[in-house]
């Protein structure tokens, strides 16, 4: 089985290579830009400032065939599996954050400071729902 994925945008950040990227998204790190095509700009309507959203991007510069290695984070230099870990390199390189929405200007939402390479590849974003009724 096989499916096809559309880019649908790509995420600005001051990173060069995965070496300088943060292990998490976070606040204290600065902001990072969600640019999105033109075309799918419409998409962005309903998006609050202050609001929180789920980022799926794509690490394209990830190694597809690592299945385990050794966390940035250990202690111990145990490897773990990539199903355990955020680390990029995994089968899908599909990678996660959850970021705080700090502006909207047309296509480009200005966000919590992301873990990923300038130029990462967007595959979609959803609302962060606190608790779901």
Known sequence: ?????????????????TDECPGQARPQNGTSQIIVD????????GLKVGGHVHVLYWFDQADRGVLKTVPKWSETNEERGVFSIRSPGRPNPIALSTVEIFSTEENIVT???MDCIDGTPLLDMKPYINQLK
């Open 1 to 17: 089985m096989a499916a096809e994925l559309v880019f649908v945008g790509r995420i600005k950040t001051p990173y060069q290579t």
């Open 38 to 45: 033109e075309e799918f700009a419409p998409a962005l309507d």
């Open 111 to 113: 966000v919590t400071a």
